[in-house]
């Protein structure tokens, strides 16, 4: 797997120019708006969806059959673009985290607590789009991924619709219970959340794994 690591690093380097880009788009935000939440999705979601294109760089030109003509076994793999989306996703979190609270902490402009709350709250949705594009780009490949991507996305919306009618018409307000969570319930929240999200990782790894091993190259 270390070798696979080192393929998919050295691909970063082949698209150097576009992480540049991104880097100086995420300073400027970070230096210059007010609001830095952008900047840590941006980079959290951007980083970590590159281990889903590198599945389409192995695919390119038949390269799969000669990748795994040496010794590289399915599932270790799939376990390395598992790995390689968390280790981007995660240190593209950290980094713009810790830039936005010396940054935002520097002006004086909110609370630890208020900074470090919102920017948890991505690591879940950071693990459910693993969780769910690494299959679909493994059995579906990039073209037909696309697809099936654009109608689970509005699956997952007509869910969340669904889900704020629900709650109308049985008389509840999000908005009020949001408002009003405190910052413990919040925290347990989230924690909560990254918890099931790491539970669908692990169920999401398994159905890759199947997925790899049916494949023919």
């Known amino acids: 797997m270390t070798g696979l690591l080192i393929k998919d690093f050295r691909l970063l ?10 880097v100086f788009i995420l300073l400027g935000q970070i230096l210059f708006a007010e609001n830095n939440f952008f900047a840590i999705s941006f980079a959290t979601f951007i980083f970590s969806l590159f281990s889903i294109s590198t599945v389409s760089y192995d695919e390119f030109d038949n390269g799969n059959p000669f990748l795994f003509s040496l010794p590289v076994t399915r599932k270790g793999y799939v376990l390395e673009k598992y790995c390689f989306g ?10 713009s ?38 299959p679909i ?15 689970v996305i509005g699956l997952i919306f007509l869910l969340g619709v669904l889900a704020v009618k629900a709650a109308e018409a049985l008389h509840i307000d999000l908005a009020f219970l949001f408002n009003h969570l405190s910052s413990l ?19 999401s790894l398994k159905i890759s794994m199947a997925v790899m091993n049916r494949k023919e190259f």
């Open 13 to 22: 380097k082949v698209q150097k120019n576009f992480f540049v880009l991104i």
């Open 86 to 95: 968390l280790i981007l996703g995660g240190a593209a979190w950290f980094v």
């Open 97 to 134: 985290t810790l830039l936005v609270v010396i940054v935002q902490l520097t002006k004086g402009a909110a609370s630890l607590t208020d900074l470090l709350l919102p920017s948890l709250a991505l690591l879940p949705f950071m693990l459910f789009l693993l969780a769910v594009m690494l």
């Open 137 to 151: 780009q493994l059995k579906f490949g990039s073209e037909k991924g696309r697809i099936v991507l654009i109608g």
């Open 185 to 203: 319930s919040m925290s347990a929240l989230i924690f909560g959340a990254i918890a099931v999200m790491l539970l669908l990782l692990l169920l």
